[in-house]
């Protein structure tokens, strides 16, 4: 069964996560519900606020054949370069924008066993997990919207990018 998703403007995705003190069985039932919450809706990340949790855990899959990276209390110790794209929520249907976000980031996390990682992602890697960790902290995608971009545009807009 998966979570309803929290639709924007609704005051749950505007508040800082807590920290996650202990990683409990419930906390991995959880996130295991998480993912087949975002599968059924074709996303690629989703964050705890978006099910209406207010603690720092979210999880990201660019591609169904990847691995699904569970972020425990993430952080963003490095960052370099920027670059500008499209992006979208779950959260805020038929919205999409361009946002500013660093192209390389290096992330500290626990996983669901409770052992800390770091792992450097870029590109699109970097976007996704910068986008959930954003939810964490309160802030949506469209704080940071530099353009917006109509739904039915969206398509257009990508195929001229792909050009560039």
């Given at each position: 069964?998966?979570?309803?998703i929290?639709i924007?403007p609704?005051?749950k995705?505007?508040?800082?996560?807590?920290?996650v003190?202990?990683?409990?069985d419930?906390?991995?039932?959880?996130?295991?519900?998480m993912?087949?919450t975002m599968d059924a809706?074709?996303?690629?990340?989703l964050?705890a606020p978006?099910i209406g949790?207010?603690?720092?855990?979210?999880?990201?899959?660019?591609?169904?054949?990847d691995?699904?990276?569970e972020?425990i209390?993430?952080?963003?110790?490095?960052?370099?370069?920027?670059?500008?794209?499209?992006?979208g929520?779950?959260?805020l249907p038929?919205q999409?924008g361009?946002v500013?976000?660093?192209?390389?980031?290096v992330?500290?996390y626990?996983d669901?066993?409770?052992?800390e990682?770091?792992l450097?992602?870029?590109?699109?890697?970097?976007r996704?997990?910068q986008?959930?960790?954003d939810?964490?902290n309160?802030?949506?995608?469209i704080d940071?919207m530099?353009?917006r971009?109509?739904?039915?545009?969206?398509?257009d807009?990508?195929?001229?990018?792909?050009?560039?």
């Open positions: 069964m998966s979570y309803p929290v924007h609704n005051q995705l505007t508040r800082p996560s807590q920290k003190g202990v990683i409990s419930e906390l991995i039932q959880m996130l295991d519900r993912k087949r809706h074709d996303g690629i990340g964050a978006q949790k207010n603690i720092r855990v979210a999880i990201v899959q660019l591609d169904p054949e691995d699904v990276l972020l209390n993430p952080e963003i110790i490095f960052h370099e370069g920027e670059n500008i794209d499209v992006e929520c779950l959260s038929h999409y361009t500013k976000r660093y192209e390389t980031i992330v500290r626990f669901r066993e409770g052992d990682y770091e450097e992602a870029d590109d699109y890697f970097a996704a997990i986008h959930e960790i939810h964490l309160g802030i949506l995608f940071k530099i353009e971009i109509a739904e039915e545009d969206l398509e807009y990508m195929e001229g990018r792909r050009n560039d």
